[in-house]
DNA sequence: TATTGTTATACTCTATAACTATA
DNA sequence: TATAGTTATAGAGTATAACAATA
């Protein structure tokens, strides 16, 4: 697919590569966890759900940027894969507390090994070492770029701050 | 934008950093060629038009891997911005040569030094031999996952092999 | 009949805003 | 009235397929 147009120098600096491997990084993870049903959106909400059990999904909104809208989306299909539980607050009947279920938990341990099993593919042109460089180089780029550690790219928003 | 969601290590090898980073820096570059009317899809067809002068749309779409369709789409902003024309060939009249008005040139130049300006914001964490590193890095591993070294990422698509 | 380019249609993903129910 | 969640609507971007013009 997609030949390298010729008579073209192609820059092969990193602000070039960076978005061209980060594409291909994504999509080669989504292949390895389609066949479970998932999509990378929705496995930092997984995770999220796996360490704060019984958020809100007001919470998770705020804690990924996003509209709260867009929560209930991603919880709709989690629900539907029976990967998550919603449950009324009776305290507040307003409020769901979301948890994992069973099946959740371990399709979070399959999506666990899809991600090693990815990883080694995608950097198997380096050595372990050099890995760790590429690894500390970009973090390093992340961190001063203002990334925030946990936050895949699939959550990002533009409403950021103010008024829906 | 975005916090991190709390409680919860999130992993920081090279294979999380990319697309979080990819993503970043494609949209970052995007914010400085959009004053032009540009998005990001367009530069490497505007490159290819000025390296491949009255090229074919049928070349182009061959090229770039993607239906003849989705050229039609780029060409048109690109020509309704002025810059880009769309000459009929009198040998063949059902071919279009493609050809970058001066406009077009002077847009080219405007994107080349966009992309300087962001590549030196984006690395600007990392001294140069450093960016060096992980550019080297970066291109192995570009190298050996099969990605052709011109192509942008806006150009993926799925319809790959065989009969449209 | 085959090929170039175009148009029309549909689908995915997401953002925005209106709405319901609780409080 | 204010807040949690939901539903409805709309928009961007792209894939797919039907189509017209030309050969």
Redesign the interface.
């Known amino acids: ?8 120098a ?6 070039f ?13 989504a292949e390895r966890i389609a066949p479970l049903g998932l999509a ?1 959106r929705h496995v ?1 909400l997984l ?2 759900i796996s ?2 059990s019984a958020t809100t999904q007001r919470d998770v909104a ?5 509209r709260p809208s867009r929560i209930v989306v991603l919880l709709d299909e989690l629900e539907e894969l029976g990967l998550v539980r919603r449950e009324v607050d009776p305290a507040d009947r307003r409020n769901r507390a979301v948890r994992l279920t069973t099946q959740g938990r371990r399709a979070l341990t399959r999506v666990g090994q899809a ?1 090693l099993t ?2 080694n593919d ?5 050595t372990s070492s ?2 760790a ?3 500390t ?9 203002g ?7 699939a ?3 533009d409403h ?2 103010g008024h829906p």
Chains 1, 2 share one sequence.
């Open positions: 697919m997609a030949n390298r147009p010729r008579g073209d192609p820059p092969a600096g990193a602000a590569l960076l978005p061209q491997l980060g594409a291909h990084a994504a999509d080669r993870f990378p930092g995770r999220w360490h704060n705020t804690a990924f940027g996003v991600f990815h990883q995608l950097l198997s042109a380096l050099e890995q460089t590429l690894a180089l970009l973090a390093r780029v992340a961190e001063q770029q990334l925030s550690a946990g936050v895949h790219p959550y990002r928003d950021a701050s």
